[in-house]
């Protein structure tokens, strides 16, 4: 099969289209042919030598792990009669994180309870943009953060690739959504349903937002420390970008505000609720830009300049 391959990591041009082994699916397992694949800024920094890559032990791997495409074979003992999908079937799905082997490739192999069945109304390119950022989002607000009806959340990056879902989540949760981003994105983050907006390269957020009950931060760094004023002493902050989780924490105890990191766990909640929300008209999936498989250098390239609003996809 063709499959985009990280020989080495280091800069985009570490991708090469090659062809190599198409997987066979082991125990318990579906082999998929995908249709379209998600970018991820995991992706990027997995590529770079970074995030997951540092359980690689150095060998070459498959990038990506967000898919959407056609269940094309079951592994052994594979038992599909409660999935809700049989073979021939569309499905979506964010395939063995954080293990390697990935989806940006012809074909993707993981146990079946990494899939859900693709509803006819979902695109295939928007299927492959949900599943990672989607359950972030989820297991994030509601398994970490609790966000409950009426309770006030502050999205940071509210206009990416997981705060558009993220804001979608909260206010279907029934909380008061506030979201920062460029002004550009301001109409958007109202469309997606924030109830107050803030433009980060002209305003300070800290001086127009009333208190939190949470701060979903998706940046890090001096967004986070100064965010901490901001949250309610029954609150918290939790922190994504893996690599400002520490540091984040670290302050947050200092000045005695509860703080977490959060990691999307594969298998874990969140994408039979999200296709919920979705049937009911709740959830809109953000395309910004799609690229065919054999450029997903380039889709690396405008990803990491780190402005997307919404998702990245690629087409296979
Ligand atoms: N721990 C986990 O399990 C996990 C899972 C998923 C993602 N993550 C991490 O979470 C972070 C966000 O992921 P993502 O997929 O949403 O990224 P993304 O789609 O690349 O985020 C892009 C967005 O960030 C906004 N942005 C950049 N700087 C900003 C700032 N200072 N204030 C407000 N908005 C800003 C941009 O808006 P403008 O164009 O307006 O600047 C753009 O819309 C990444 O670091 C990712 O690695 C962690």
Known sequence: MRAIVCQTPGGPEAL?????????????????????????????KTRSGLGAA??????????????AGVVDALGPDTDLDERGFAVGDPVLGMARFPSPDGAYAEYVTAPAGHFRARPADLSVVEAAALPLAGMTAWQSLVDVGHLEAGQ????????GGVGHLAV???????AHVIGTASGAKHDLLRELGCDQVV???????????EPVDLVYDLVGGETAVRSFDLVKPSGMLICLPTVAVGAAVAAAEERGVRASGAYVRAGGPGLSELLRLHADGKLRIRVAETFPLERAADAHRLGEQGHTTGKIVLTV
């Open 152 to 159: 006030r959340v502050l999205i940071h990056a509210a206009a």
């Open 54 to 67: 540092k359980s690689f032990g150095g060998k070459p791997f498959v990038v990506g792990w967000d898919v």
């Open 168 to 174: 979608q989540i909260a206010k279907a949760l029934g």
């Open 16 to 44: 090469s289209l090659r062809d190599i082994p198409t997987p066979e699916p082991g125990p318990g397992e579906v082999r998929v042919r995908v249709e379209a694949a998600g970018v991820n800024p995991i992706d990027w």
């Open 199 to 209: 433009d980060y390269r002209t305003e300070r957020f800290e001086e127009v937002v």
